[in-house]
């Protein structure tokens, strides 16, 4: 119970609460054993809650860190076969490596200076030639 | 440490220090939490069963929340399961109503609650009791209960629990001003009622 009161209040407040606490003060052995009993099943009962979410946070980090290196190694290589358009060379000719290894492909690209300019610079006699060498018949 | 006092170490409190810091709060409030239980349930059972239940409760639901936190949230609780007692008594009541015992008896179910509540066991009979109680207790928790339910709440947490009105207001689930004017009514009405408390 706070003691600070508010400035304005009455003779009556005050010999109400004086009576109230009296009152909670002059409990019976039996209701504070029982009040006793209460209050240590509700500290247990918080303790194995807390001690379960102690378990629970790194299981939670550990299966979300499992999850995005399984879509890191799972699903980019997947990603990449699905739009690789050197998969419908027909002479079965190898399929360049740069195209072959998704995610990882992409970010050796980014990281080799020249290797973007290669792809970016849009020289498309350079590329009409190398299709011509492999017989490339994908999208124009 | 009493967690309800709030701060900022509660903030890194950890999971061990939790169980301790709730069974200081709960130590802190327990007896006066028992009291405006029984006050509106008129049954030493009933009120502990409340408590036990608010108490679980906290626990369960807002065990990791902040400290600061707890005593607002253990009101609002204890209030609800309070007010489930008495709906339960209620609708008791009116199911015995029915009974040709009942009828026979001549007892009246209009109002609900305190029919069947006449029958239940006063707290004030026994002889420790009466040792405890003063008259002037006894007079002062018959006025609070004449009270309407959220006027008396209101009284009980700003007067007895020292809530300030922000907290009495989360506790009872309304705005600051609805606490202000409960409380000025309550302690209006139980002022005229009882002039011999002004001394």
């Not at chain 1, 194995?48 to 980019?76: C, D, K, M, Q, Y």
């Not at chain 2, 700003?158 to 506790?171: C, I, K, L, P, S």
Request: aromatic letters at 6%; a neutral charge; hydrophobic letters at 40%.
């Amino acid at each position: 119970m706070s003691a600070d009161r508010e400035p304005g209040e009455t003779a009556f407040e005050r010999r109400s609460r004086e009576l109230l606490t009296r009152s909670a003060d002059g409990l019976s052995a039996q209701v504070r054993s029982r009040l006793n009993r209460s209050r240590q099943q509700a500290s247990a009962e918080l303790a194995r809650n807390a001690h379960a979410w102690r378990w629970r946070l790194p299981a939670g980090a550990f299966a979300a860190a499992a999850a995005a290196a399984v879509t890191l190694v799972w699903v980019s290589p997947r990603t990449s076969e699905r739009t690789d358009p050197a998969r419908t060379l027909a002479d079965g000719a190898r399929v360049p490596a740069v195209m072959t290894t998704g995610a990882a492909a992409d970010f050796d690209l980014l990281v080799d200076g020249e290797a973007l300019d290669l792809t970016t610079s849009g020289d498309p006699a350079f590329h009409e030639w190398a299709v011509a060498q492999r017989g490339f018949e994908g999208p124009s | 440490m009493v967690p309800s006092q709030g701060g900022d170490g509660q903030v890194t409190e950890t999971t061990e220090t939790r169980p301790r810091a709730l069974q200081e709060f709960l130590r802190s409030i327990e007896k006066r939490a028992f009291r405006i239980a029984q006050i509106q349930l008129r049954h030493q059972d009933d009120a502990l069963d409340a408590v036990q239940d608010a108490m679980l409760q906290l626990a369960r639901r807002y065990g990791l929340r902040p400290g600061a936190e707890w005593r607002p949230l253990f009101y609002r609780i204890l209030e609800n399961r309070i007010r489930d007692t008495q709906r339960r008594r209620k609708v008791r009541a009116r199911v015995m109503a029915w009974l040709p015992s009942r009828t026979d008896a001549g007892g009246s179910a209009d109002d609900g609650e305190t029919a069947l509540v006449e029958h239940l066991p006063d707290r004030r009979a026994g002889p420790e009791d009466l040792v405890d109680l003063d008259q002037a207790m006894a007079t002062l928790e018959s006025e609070l209960r004449q009270l309407p339910r959220r006027q008396r709440q209101a009284f009980l947490l700003r007067n007895f629990e020292g809530m300030d009105v922000a907290e009495t207001a989360q506790a009872m689930g309304c705005s600051a001003g609805s606490v202000k004017t409960h409380y000025f009514r309550a302690v209006h009405t139980l002022r005229d009622r009882l002039r011999d408390f002004q001394t």
